[in-house]
């Protein structure tokens, strides 16, 4: 199976998503998943990402060679993220047929992903971050910055993203409206 993650930044989230999500399909039966990030074209940010002309140019370059399409976004506290992603995924379903493109928001930044799947510093909680609108400055660059990652590739985002996938289920069990959302509905998918 190969899987085409697009995320909104290129540059830092494949540091996150490529292996939580390698780990998510572990979990769901398929390790042997090819999990590639989308590097061409590399989507400009969270405006590029929700373009359908965009989207549309990536699903028509490489609906031959991957088996499941990945889009994955900040939620950035926009309540109607989700539906801009339901309308992306109506889309995509149009060309692809069923159950080969999934869209999901993180809530509220991909970093939270990898944040799920650290010991937390004292004094930090859970509560707090999720409820945060700024997670990444907050809260992810100085867990970088306090462990000496935030020069490697990514600005922390790979090991902590690595170290995440480590520790997917309890990532998951911490990110449900999210990451949990996202593997029940490919459970679903691979049922069938």
Known sequence: MNVLIIPEDFTKDQHVLKPIIKAMLQQLGKPQANVKPCMDPRLGGIGQALEWDAIERIIDQYKA???LFIL??????????RAVLDEIERKATAILGENRFYAENAWQEIEVWAIAGQDLPQGWSWQAIRAEIHPKENYFEP???SRGLDREPGGGRKTLGIEAAKNYK?????CQEDLGALENRLAEKFKK
Do not use: F, I, K, P
Request: charged content about 45%.
């Open 143 to 145: 867990l970088a910055r």
């Open 170 to 174: 309890r990532a998951r069990s911490l």
């Open 72 to 81: 994955a976004v900040d939620r950035d506290g926009e309540a109607t993220r």
């Open 65 to 67: 060679m991957n088996d």
